[in-house]
């Protein structure tokens, strides 16, 4: 009886498995890729490799943002993007944490390396009209390990220094 009970769970086990399997994990689909300066704080010729993920709820796209785009890339900080219409319904004291994409766009010299020519052109585009916060978790540039507080990154500020 123990082993008929074994096999029974065993084979339970796999199903739930298989199920777990079978549908994309939150990890796909990360598929945007963005080279852009200006994201990390001390260093504005550094580009923050962004990794994008479209179709959200409520409309958001999410970016992991690493200092290069090694195997072994730190994970330096994620930006979220959001349309006009969104930013709007924000009050003006969340609203002064993003920045304007239409007007960051010059600042940060973005390149979209997976993308032609044409491709990259409309896409930067579509995302004019967006706005864009950033949470910084690592200064890469200054420490070997994630230290210090975690920031909201002001791109606009960064310009000015």
């Given at each position: 009886?123990?082993?008929?009970?074994?096999?029974?769970?065993?084979?339970?086990?796999?199903?739930?498995?298989?199920?777990?399997?079978?549908?994309?994990?939150?990890?796909?689909?990360?598929?945007?890729?963005?080279?852009?300066?200006?994201?990390?704080?001390?260093?504005?010729?550094?580009?923050?490799?962004?990794?994008?993920?479209?179709?959200?709820?409520?409309?958001?796209?999410?970016?992991?943002?690493?200092?290069?785009?090694?195997?072994?890339?730190?994970?330096?900080?994620?930006?979220?993007?959001?349309?006009?219409?969104?930013?709007?319904?924000?009050?003006?004291?969340?609203?002064a944490?993003?920045?304007?994409?239409?007007?960051?766009?010059?600042?940060?010299?973005?390149?979209?390396?997976?993308?032609t020519?044409?491709?990259?052109a409309?896409?930067?585009?579509?995302?004019?009209?967006?706005?864009?916060?950033?949470?910084?978790?690592?200064?890469?540039?200054?420490?070997?390990?994630?230290?210090?507080?975690?920031?909201?990154?002001?791109?606009?500020?960064?310009?000015?220094?």
């Open positions: 009886m123990h082993q008929i009970s074994s096999a029974v769970v065993s084979v339970i086990g796999l199903a739930v498995a298989g199920a777990a399997l079978a549908h994309e994990p939150p990890t796909m689909g990360w598929n945007i890729h963005i080279d852009a300066k200006r994201h990390i704080a001390g260093d504005l010729d550094a580009v923050a490799h962004h990794y994008c993920k479209g179709g959200l709820p409520g409309g958001v796209t999410a970016c992991q943002l690493y200092d290069s785009d090694e195997e072994n890339a730190r994970l330096i900080g994620v930006e979220f993007i959001i349309g006009a219409d969104a930013y709007a319904t924000l009050p003006e004291t969340e609203q944490l993003w920045h304007y994409h239409k007007e960051e766009i010059d600042e940060v010299d973005p390149v979209l390396p997976e993308m020519e044409e491709e990259a409309e896409f930067v585009k579509s995302i004019e009209e967006t706005y864009g916060k950033i949470f910084l978790i690592w200064d890469s540039p200054q420490d070997e390990l994630p230290v210090g507080q975690p920031q909201a990154y002001d791109i606009a500020d960064n310009a000015k220094r």
